[in-house]
């Protein structure tokens, strides 16, 4: 148990499906990021969010989109995905951005597009 | 931030010290070494890190070398659960700077 909780764990979604991942963290972290793990690839880092402003997308098409309420929770919302956009997408928190502290993970959503 | 090498696995006998090797021969004064493991379809786990001074941990020990360019994870009494990919991270910025490579697959024997 990290105190990152992500929900769903297993999510299975058609092309055409709206749904959200969410992740909740209450160890009064203000940065929180999405990770997107693919078969047999690295963690790709794909949004940074620092007290609620998001401060990093690296490159990550529209039809994932992020939001984050306040500092504990954080979503990713999902739209007309692709089958390659099947992974796991984990959610993490560190104290704060741009500091030399770890980052704690959740145990992820296994998502698959068909 | 720095690019980090590590072999791509290894195994190791129950009880015993697990010592697993990574070189960051390009890495800056001001970047940190980053250990985390992943257990299988899990999400990673941090383990430890350091910047130059020997850190230990209830988890881990972490050795760098004088020069900075290698550093060694020591898990010192291998259980099976410690059975996962270990990846070695250099970075300047902590959490949101981690660019996981492939990490090393520890296999743990009974």
């Known amino acids: 148990e990290t105190g990152v909780t992500q929900t769903p764990r297993h999510l299975v979604m058609g092309m055409t499906n709206k749904k959200s991942l969410k992740c909740e963290q209450h160890?009064?972290?203000?940065?929180m990021y999405w990770y997107k793990q693919s078969a047999k690839k690295p963690l790709e880092l794909m949004f940074v969010?620092?007290?609620?402003?998001?401060?990093e997308n690296n490159s990550v098409p529209s039809r994932f989109s992020p939001e984050c309420p306040n500092s504990s929770h954080l979503f990713l919302h999902l739209h007309t995905l692709q089958p390659e956009d099947s992974a796991l997408y984990l959610c993490a928190s560190s104290q704060e951005y741009r500091m030399n502290t770890e980052a704690f993970f959740g145990q992820g959503t296994r998502l698959t597009v068909v | 931030d720095a690019k980090t090498t590590q072999p791509p696995s290894m195994d190791c006998a129950e009880g015993r010290a697990a010592n697993l090797p990574c070189n960051h021969s390009t890495i800056s004064g001001n970047e940190y070494v980053y250990w985390y493991r992943q257990i299988h379809s899990q999400g990673p786990q941090y383990i430890i890190h350091g910047l130059k001074n020997n850190e230990t941990n209830e988890m881990a020990s972490l050795i760098i070398t004088e020069d900075r360019k290698s550093s060694t994870l020591i898990l010192p009494h291998a259980t099976l659960r410690d059975t996962a990919v270990y990846y070695c991270?250099?970075?300047?910025?902590?959490?949101?700077?981690?660019?996981f490579g492939q990490g090393t697959r520890l296999t743990i024997n009974p």
């Open positions: 160890l009064g972290h203000n940065a």
């Open positions: 991270i250099a970075s300047t910025s902590g959490a949101q700077k981690l660019v």
């Open positions: 969010y620092n007290f609620k402003e998001q401060t």
